[in-house]
């Protein structure tokens, strides 16, 4: 047992560390081409905390463990609003943008109840499935969703913005391509090994001790996959940077509920508990209640006695699906 929990641990700093050397790289590579740090920030950041996800999502789907997935993608999503905003507050208060408030949570809100609808509507035998359409749906959702955020941005920044910051970022850039290709390597063999890690002896554990892949992967796994999340987060507050770690979980949230559970569901069809329902349901609450707390304040943030209370709120959530 102890060793099963040593390489766990080694899991998540593979993924860690591979999803920060592939980062790297695709910034890099963005640079190269002399794209903007706004268009990379939307692609690569999102995305690219996302990858410990991503990554033990292909390998359970493999092997066949839908819980895993669908409770890593719905785990991460409540510890990122609760837990990982949480501890930001408490490093300094966190300012929600416009954005974020008028259409960015929404869209989280509405991503939940779209898959909870799919999730509900079609049966294998006794069991709720998500089908490998309704796979191809969230993938489209996905993409939508990321066409639409960078339209979005590009409407805010006049060519000659956009141009400033092009020039700015390329000359910041001093990795050869050598450099960028190692990076790669490098983060896709950690991500790689990381999720066999996390995954195959997050599952013995579970076995072992008699506890469901689906409590695994909504506390455990949810938690590691979420570090990435975590850290960026608490580095933007310490630079005043708030924005990048909203959009970034906000986005992540969406990119974890139909992006994950979409690749899921292509390779192999999974199996939705009716239990993860309720859980949905806690998300749904959670982004509501998100909206009307920044609504109503007028600085439109979050201050440390209001992560205080949102890191309460991921403990007794915790204890309650125990």
Not at 284 to 305: H, P
Request: proline share 2%.
């Amino acid at each position: 047992m102890p060793w099963k929990i040593i390489f766990i641990i080694i899991g998540f700093i593979l993924l860690i560390k591979g999803a920060d050397f592939l980062v790297k790289s695709a910034t890099s590579i963005a640079k190269k081409f002399g794209l903007s740090e706004m268009l990379i920030g939307l692609t690569v950041v999102a995305v690219g905390t996302s990858l410990p996800e991503i990554f033990i999502t292909i390998t359970s789907a493999i092997e066949g463990h839908s819980d895993l997935i669908i409770g890593n993608a719905i785990g991460s999503c409540i510890c990122n609003f609760l837990l990982v905003i949480g501890m930001t507050s408490l490093v300094k208060p966190v300012k929600f943008d416009k954005r974020i408030i008028k259409v960015h949570l929404p869209i989280s809100f509405i991503t939940t109840i779209v898959l909870l609808f799919l999730a509900n509507t079609d049966k294998l035998g006794e069991a709720q499935t998500i089908t490998r359409m309704q796979g191809m749906v969230l993938l489209l959702y996905t993409a939508v969703y990321i066409i639409y955020t960078i339209y979005e941005e590009k409407k805010l920044k006049n060519e000659k913005i956009d141009e400033e910051i092009i020039k700015e970022v390329k000359s910041k850039e001093t990795n050869s391509i050598s450099t960028i290709i190692v990076y790669m390597i490098l983060g896709i063999v950690g991500l790689k090994f990381g999720s066999d890690f996390v995954v195959d002896n997050s599952i013995w554990i579970a076995k072992s001790v008699g506890l469901s892949e689906k409590f695994i992967g909504m506390t455990i796994v949810a938690v590691g996959t979420a570090l990435p999340e975590m850290i960026t987060g608490i580095v933007a507050a310490r630079k005043d940077e708030t924005d990048l770690l909203l959009g970034n979980i906000t986005g992540s949230n969406i990119l974890n509920l139909c992006l994950l559970i979409g690749i899921g569901a292509i390779i192999n069809p999974l199996t939705f508990l009716t239990d993860f329902n309720s859980s949905m349901i806690i998300l749904l609450i959670i982004t509501i209640c998100l909206q009307l707390v920044v609504m109503i304040n007028k600085k439109s943030e979050l201050n440390r006695k209001i992560g205080f209370f949102l890191i309460i709120a991921y403990i007794i959530y915790i204890g309650s699906i125990m």
